[in-house]
């Protein structure tokens, strides 16, 4: 009897205070993710008499100099395109491009992101909300749309979770209109990084040394001692959160080595890649694809979290997409992450992404991207940004910067720099009511909304028009 009361308590006392301690730090947690949001709707609504007399500026000098402006370009056969990821500014900018040369855009989103500031646009004359794409009614909600506005082509600025599913949907809708995205035959093999470095391989294209990881002993029993490079691990299904995760492998310790691996959710339904790390400077790219022919292209220096773009001339990477995309006939949108190593200067191509990458806002003054996607004439070279083109950055990420790295003068004025010799990618005097309706209509309630359930952020994203969170979209 003393043995069965000796072993129950200690197990009833420390579950009790575990369960009480857990409540006590989820409500700490609670308390700060809701400062967070009113601390950040009050600095919005501090800057937003600031902004909004920029915008009504704008608006008013244009409806002053309309008259006087010349028409927008017109498309030989001007088209309807449809267009889904309105949140994203990648989306804005292909509306813009499309609307300016005649063609006519309709943005759709999720019911979730009803609230996008894009779809104030003067390049956007319809806007719908459909289903999430993992529903089984997302197809025929996109099939619906194509018929009632008589769409003529589909181009999806898809988020990685929704490029799958956009590809299932060309069945459905290609009797009606014309999809420029990767086909299902071919949308796994470039979403898949072991798969895409298999099949770059098979071209005799260079990529790192890349192994299938399914289980986390298949790493713990990797030999690294015949290895000149260093590994990392990543997660083969999209993940916006460890996705910035770079640890290098092995550890100093087998056993630091065996307990991280074990703190990843590895499985054979959540594949990872275990990918040589090669040091060197990495460089990302978008293209636009037609039967396997580049028609549209850019590369810029790249980060984990990208959110600058300033066009950079590297032909080798160029003929690296182009080899590619002929290997495969791919049509459709790719983004491809690069790196250039530092001791052997190869440029080697890590993973491709099969959508819009948000480098396409270095187009916003190139009257030839309508050409690259709608047409099907071939090209003799892919169309690029503009030699005038300005570096693109998104504002409140450089304020953000700029204010958290006061103490370092060399960073100040480097941030000073970008945002006096770049272009802000939202903001377009044509157009400027989307700047004013997504730092002010779509983020601030994205924030209420969080307010509300409690859930909190990492951080908010701008670009892509959302709040990052563990487990979210």
């Not at 509306?95 to 759709?108: C, D, E, K």
């Not at 294209?205 to 890349?210: F, R, T």
């Not at 983004?335 to 270095?362: L, Q, W």
Request: hydrophobic residues 40%; charged residues 20%.
């Amino acid at each position: 009897m003393t043995q069965t009361i000796t072993t129950k308590t200690p197990t009833k006392v420390p579950l009790g205070k575990g369960a009480q301690h857990s409540a006590i730090e989820r409500a700490i947690m609670l308390v700060i993710a809701a400062l967070k949001d009113v601390a950040t709707l009050l600095l919005l609504l501090a800057v937003l008499p600031i902004n909004a007399a920029i915008v009504l500026a704008a608006l008013l000098t244009n409806a002053v100099s309309r008259p006087f402006q010349n028409t927008p370009t017109q498309a030989t056969t001007a088209k309807t395109v449809l267009i889904n990821g309105g949140k994203m500014t990648k989306a804005l900018q292909l509306a813009r491009s499309f609307h300016r040369a005649g063609h006519r855009v309709v943005l759709i989103e999720t019911h979730k992101y009803w609230l996008v500031g894009h779809r104030f646009s003067n390049a956007v004359d319809r806007f719908y909300t459909v289903p999430n794409e993992h529903s089984p009614d997302y197809a025929q909600a996109l099939l619906d749309i194509v018929q009632r506005e008589q769409v003529d082509t589909y181009v999806p600025v898809c988020s990685p979770a929704a490029s799958y599913f956009d590809s299932q949907a060309i069945t459905v809708l290609s009797p009606h209109c014309e999809v420029l995205h990767v086909p299902p035959n071919k949308i796994d093999l470039l979403d898949d990084k072991y798969q895409f470095a298999k099949a770059a391989e098979s071209f005799g294209l260079a990529v790192p040394k890349s192994y299938r990881i399914t289980q986390a002993q298949q790493v713990i029993d990797f030999d690294f001692s015949n290895e000149t490079r260093k590994y990392i691990l990543k997660s083969i299904p999209y993940d916006s959160v460890r996705r910035l995760d770079l640890t290098r492998l092995p550890r100093e310790t087998p056993e630091e080595t065996a307990a991280f691996v074990r703190s990843l959710p590895i499985s054979d339904s959540k594949p990872w890649i275990m990918q040589e790390f090669i040091p060197g400077q990495e460089y990302c790219t978008h293209s636009t694809l037609r039967a396997g022919e580049l028609r549209m292209h850019c590369c810029c220096e790249s980060s984990a979290f990208q959110i600058n773009y300033e066009n950079v001339d590297k032909p080798e990477i160029t003929d690296w997409v182009r080899t590619f995309a002929a290997g495969l006939t791919l049509t459709g949108q790719a983004s491809f992450d690069f790196i250039e190593a530092y001791d052997d200067g190869k440029v080697y191509a890590i993973e491709c992404n099969p959508r819009t990458h948000s480098a396409i806002t270095m187009f916003y003054n190139e009257p030839a991207v309508a050409t690259a996607y709608l047409e099907q004439t071939p090209l003799q070279e892919p169309v690029q940004p503009t030699a005038s083109s300005k570096p693109t950055y998104w504002i409140y990420h450089e304020i953000w910067r700029l204010l958290t790295h006061l103490a370092d003068p060399k960073a100040t004025l480097n941030r000073i720099k970008t945002i006096a010799q770049g272009k802000d990618a939202i903001f377009d005097w044509r157009d400027p009511l989307p700047f004013l309706m997504v730092h002010h209509w779509q983020i601030p309630l994205l924030l209420l909304q969080d307010l509300r359930k409690g859930t909190g952020w990492i951080r908010i994203d701008f670009n892509i028009g959302k709040l990052v969170q563990l487990g979210g979209d």
